[in-house]
């Protein structure tokens, strides 16, 4: 550390390796945490929150240089430095001195730059009578950056410049509020509170509805590798994928009998058709929050579990986190708090076949109570991989105001559930000695890697327009840290097998899929079936099959096709997932990921590479059967269909008829034999 001043008379202290600026009641703590990075956090609170490393992992303590002239300063880690202004303002450069990103200020204290009348902060924070505050944190806008990643939403924009976000969980919308930029900086907005993030052309606002303080982490990288490298090492990694989740998974809404179940498997078997997973779906519980198989319908689990194994198949459960009220765990649940609350109205957060209240996963004695029933009905009878649905969670009402968790307002912390619930079957089962946990949730936050989360997109509707959202919301996951993402191959809502139309949309979309990190069937198809009964498991209805031979003859066959492909995809997709779990690195990335230096790479939205060998140029548009696709310049690459070889920085015209989806492989890599099975 160096000053130049006596630091008695400063704003500016220094406490190890942080730098500290005090002006009236505000506190700014800027401080190196991890390397190339820091974590900025202010408060207007006598001190820092403890235990508030909602997402972030702790740091060995990296070496910062902290120079302090006057009322300015400067901390310096890497290749990154922060400088603060005689006004508080702080300006984020890379190590060739470029601006990074810098805090929007227009008032009059701010005499080097902006002396304005307009009287606006970067870091406002707004009193709620009686409460905490209302955060604005505004910075200067770079209108030819370009932003990627914050999670999932249902929308086609891949960049996300001159977008506004809204900061909150919903069925099919995870916000993971990391992005990346094209300028050399990623940023995590550490602050759980539903908000909103407006990235305009003329300003950055990023708002919390109600905190207590501002925190964010920012790094500084020459590559997007070397910004997500650094990003996973402070909100951690997945799991090392288990072999059999590489394969195919199969599901539907819903079999209603352990029968139904049965047969379908022994359906996939008897016709030769690779399958990993098999999946009983929500409502085969008696009552929600019972966590138990209904036994007239589902009358031998462990018979299930054992004949599944035998085929090679591994039992996906579903898990709501509601309970009914009229269950057998809803007033012990009452009694000790493990339920989420309601500040106003009737304590109901979801009204779906009952009336029910989620359990408050925010609850560590919560947690435990859920886990252990769970594992006395289920993962004692053999079943190791769960279905965590309903995980934002998704109220009936999104009054986000209106609920209350165990570490807080929802409108504080409700973006936290869904790691939370992952955290409940992660921790449990890493304590029953199980390796390479993976989960399925409907939702995430950052940190959710770390549990075995493998997130999917949602009840999403069945069209090529959703279809194109999907991309888009797989590839900015990815980017956002959860690396293990999937859809319902053919959308959820909708989509009739005897409909050419649709069977033509789920055939593409099954090609997509054979290419995403997981390859899933399911949906709620056309038209349903009644229910069994009048309680129990026999309440719902189910929707139509959707098995691969329920689409006709000709999309049997292209499944049939891809769904060795993906089992011949294995060793590769293996390294794949390694470079996941040791680095963080996503399984799909767009173009600009593996080839920062092609600036064609940052404009293309509607290609992909899987892993670094295989670029992927799915068909997004009904009765398409051609398109161009761009080659990156940097290296050679084959068409796995027609074999021929072309030079990079290219654009090329491919055919795609119906059974053919255009990819290529890079620099002839051996792996090409893996493809060769499409001829």
């Known amino acids: 550390m160096e000053n130049k001043n006596n630091l008695e008379d400063s704003l500016f202290t220094v406490r190890g390796n942080t730098l500290i600026r005090q002006y009236d009641c505000e506190k700014l703590y800027i401080e190196p945490w991890g390397a190339n990075s820091f974590r ?26 902290i120079t302090i002239q006057g009322e300015e300063a400067v901390i310096e880690n890497g290749k990154i430095r922060a400088e603060v202004d005689e006004g508080g303002k702080i300006t984020f450069f890379n190590q060739r001195g470029e601006i990074l990103l810098e805090e929007y200020v227009r008032n009059r204290n701010n005499i080097k730059k902006f002396n304005s009348a307009l009287n606006i902060d970067a870091r406002e924070f707004k009193p709620i009578l009686g409460g905490d505050y209302q955060l604005t944190m505004r910075f200067e806008s770079n209108p030819d950056e370009k932003l990627y990643g914050m999670g999932q939403y249902q929308q086609s924009n891949l960049n996300l410049k001159n977008c506004t976000l809204e900061l909150a969980q919903r069925n ?13 900086y990623g940023m995590l907005w550490h602050n759980p509170a539903i908000g909103k993030v407006s990235f305009s052309s003329n300003i950055t606002e990023w708002i919390a509805n109600s905190t207590k303080e501002l925190d964010y982490w920012i790094t500084a990288g020459d590559t997007p590798a070397e ?58 519980w008696p009552k929600q929050g019972d966590w138990k198989f209904d036994l007239d319908y589902w009358p031998d689990p462990d018979a299930m579990v054992k004949e599944l194994k035998e085929m090679g198949i591994e039992l996906m459960v579903s898990i709501w986190p509601t309970v009914d009220k009229t ?91 869904p790691v939370m619930y992952a955290k409940t079957f992660f921790d449990g089962m890493k304590e029953e000695g199980q390796e390479n946990i993976i989960n399925l949730l409907r939702c995430a936050w950052a940190g959710s890697q770390r549990y075995g989360a493998l997130v999917w997109s949602g009840d999403i509707d069945s069209s090529f327009s959703s279809l194109r959202n999907q991309l888009a919301a797989g590839l900015n996951m990815g980017l956002a840290g959860i690396t293990w993402w999937t859809t319902d191959i053919g959308g959820f809502h909708g989509g009739n097998p005897d409909d050419p139309a649709f069977r033509e949309c789920i055939i593409r979309w099954f090609q997509y899929g054979t290419f995403c990190p997981v390859f899933r069937l399911h949906g709620d198809r056309e038209p349903h079936s009644e229910p069994l009964g009048t309680s129990g498991g026999g309440l719902c209805g189910s929707g139509a099959a959707n098995e691969v031979w329920s689409y006709g003859e000709e999309a049997y066959e292209i499944f049939k096709k891809y769904m060795f492909i993906r089992e011949s995809l294995k060793p590769y997709i293996t390294k794949v997932m390694e ?14 990921y593996d080839f920062p230096d092609d600036k064609n790479s940052w404009e293309i939205t509607d290609q992909y590479m899987f892993g670094p060998d295989i670029l992927v140029a799915p068909i997004l548009y009904e009765a398409m059967r051609s398109r161009k696709v761009y080659l990156p310049e940097g290296a050679e690459w084959r068409d796995a269909n027609t074999e021929q070889v ?33 001829k």
């Open 227 to 284: 910004i997500e490298e650094a990003y996973a090492r402070v909100t951690g990694t997945v799991p090392m994928m288990p072999e059999y989740a590489m394969g195919f998974w199969q599901c539907k809404l819903r079999y209603q009998t352990q029968e139904e179940l049965l047969e379908v498997a022994r359906e996939y078997k008897k016709r030769g058709l690779p399958i990993s997973v098999i999946v009983v779906d929500f409502f085969h």
């Open 327 to 417: 269950g057998e765990n809803y007033k012990k649940m009452l009694e000790k708090g493990y339920l989420v609350r309601t500040d106003r109205g009737v304590r109901t957060t979801m009204e779906f076949l009952g009336d029910t209240v989620f359990f408050d996963a925010t609850n560590p004695n919560a947690r435990d109570f859920v886990w252990n029933t769970v594992k006395k009905n289920y993962y004692d009878k053999g079943i190791k991989i769960f279905w965590l649905d309903e995980a934002e969670p998704e109220y009936s009402v999104y009054d986000f105001d209106n609920y209350r968790y165990h570490l807080g307002p929802n409108v504080q912390i409700g973006n936290i559930y």
């Open 579 to 592: 470079e996941a779990h040791k680095k963080g690195t996503p399984v799909i990335r767009p173009l600009f």
């Open 172 to 184: 099919s919308q995870a916000t993971v509020p990391f992005l990346l930029s094209s300028l050399g």
């Open 646 to 678: 072309y030079n990079g920085g290219q654009w090329v015209d491919c055919d795609a008829p119906l059974d053919t989806i255009p990819l290529f492989v890079k620099n002839n890599n051996s792996d090409i034999s893996l493809l060769l099975s499409m």
């Open 40 to 65: 900025v956090r202010v408060t207007k609170q006598a001190k820092l929150l403890e235990n508030a490393d909602w997402a972030l992992l702790p740091q060995e303590c990296c070496p910062a240089k």
